[in-house]
C-alpha cells in the first residue's frame, strides 16, 4: 500500500488510474448513503480524485490512499454541503422577500386599478362604451362607429375627450397603464 501512495506522490498516473478504478464506486456510493443526493455524490467524488493528484506531494506514507482518500471526500462533503447550505438560505430569503414585494405589489395593483375603472365609470354613458370597445375590445374606430351607428371621427372625439378627463383624474403613472 505504501507503494501506491509513493507512486501518486511521485507522480505515476498509472497507480492514479488504478486507484481511481479502485475506489470511485466506493466511494460514490458512501457519500451517496450519507448525502442521499447523486448531484453530490458525483460532485465530492470527483473533487476528491482532483485534490488528491493536486496535493498529490502532500499524502503520507504512514496512511493508506483508501483511508486518505476517504478523508479528502470527507473534507469536500462538508464543504459542499456547507456551501449548499448557505445557497438555501439566500434562495429561502429571496423568496420572503419576492412574496412581501409580490403582495405590496398586487396591493398596489388593485388599488390603481379600482382607480382606473371607477374614473372609466365616471365617463358619459357613450363615451364609456366608445373607451371601452377601443382600449379593452380593442376594436377599430370603424367597427366602433358601425356597432354605435355613429362616424369613425366622433369615435375619435370620444376616446379623446375620454382621455383627456381620465387623465385629469387619475395619477399620470396610473394614465401609463391605459395606453
Given at each position: 500500500?505504501?507503494?501506491?501512495?509513493?507512486?501518486?506522490?511521485?507522480?505515476?498516473?498509472?497507480?492514479?488510474?488504478?486507484?481511481?478504478?479502485?475506489?470511485h464506486?466506493?466511494?460514490?456510493?458512501?457519500?451517496?448513503?450519507?448525502t442521499?443526493?447523486?448531484y453530490?455524490a458525483?460532485?465530492?467524488?470527483?473533487?476528491?480524485f482532483?485534490?488528491?493528484?493536486?496535493?498529490?506531494?502532500?499524502l503520507?506514507?504512514?496512511?493508506?490512499?483508501?483511508?486518505?482518500?476517504?478523508?479528502?471526500?470527507?473534507?469536500?462533503?462538508s464543504?459542499?454541503?456547507?456551501?449548499?447550505?448557505?445557497?438555501?438560505?439566500?434562495?429561502q430569503?429571496?423568496?420572503?422577500?419576492?412574496?412581501?414585494?409580490?403582495?405590496?405589489?398586487?396591493?398596489?395593483?388593485?388599488?390603481?386599478?379600482y382607480?382606473?375603472?371607477?374614473?372609466?365609470?365616471?365617463?358619459?354613458?357613450?363615451?364609456?362604451?366608445v373607451?371601452?370597445?377601443?382600449?379593452?375590445e380593442?376594436?377599430?374606430?370603424?367597427e366602433?362607429?358601425?356597432?354605435?351607428?355613429?362616424?369613425?371621427?366622433?369615435?375619435?372625439?370620444?376616446?379623446?375627450?375620454?382621455?383627456?378627463?381620465?387623465k385629469?383624474?387619475?395619477?399620470?403613472?396610473?394614465?401609463?397603464?391605459?395606453?
Amino acid at each position: 500500500m505504501e507503494s501506491i501512495v509513493q507512486d501518486i506522490i511521485n507522480g505515476n498516473i498509472a497507480s492514479f488510474k488504478m486507484v481511481y478504478q479502485q475506489y470511485h464506486t466506493k466511494l460514490y456510493f458512501y457519500i451517496l448513503k450519507c448525502t442521499h443526493s447523486e448531484y453530490l455524490a458525483e460532485e465530492t467524488v470527483q473533487l476528491s480524485f482532483i485534490l488528491l493528484w493536486e496535493k498529490r506531494e502532500k499524502l503520507s506514507t504512514a496512511f493508506s490512499i483508501s483511508t486518505q482518500l476517504f478523508r479528502i471526500a470527507k473534507s469536500v462533503m462538508s464543504d459542499l454541503l456547507r456551501k449548499q447550505e448557505v445557497r438555501n438560505r439566500h434562495i429561502q430569503a429571496m423568496v420572503r422577500d419576492t412574496d412581501s414585494w409580490h403582495t405590496e405589489t398586487d396591493i398596489a395593483v388593485k388599488e390603481e386599478l379600482y382607480l382606473v375603472c371607477n374614473s372609466i365609470e365616471q365617463l358619459s354613458p357613450i363615451r364609456r362604451s366608445v373607451f371601452k370597445l377601443s382600449r379593452f375590445e380593442g376594436l377599430p374606430h370603424k367597427e366602433i362607429a358601425r356597432q354605435l351607428s355613429i362616424s369613425p371621427k366622433t369615435v375619435e372625439n370620444h376616446i379623446v375627450r375620454a382621455l383627456r378627463q381620465l387623465k385629469n383624474s387619475l395619477p399620470l403613472i396610473i394614465l401609463l397603464w391605459i395606453y
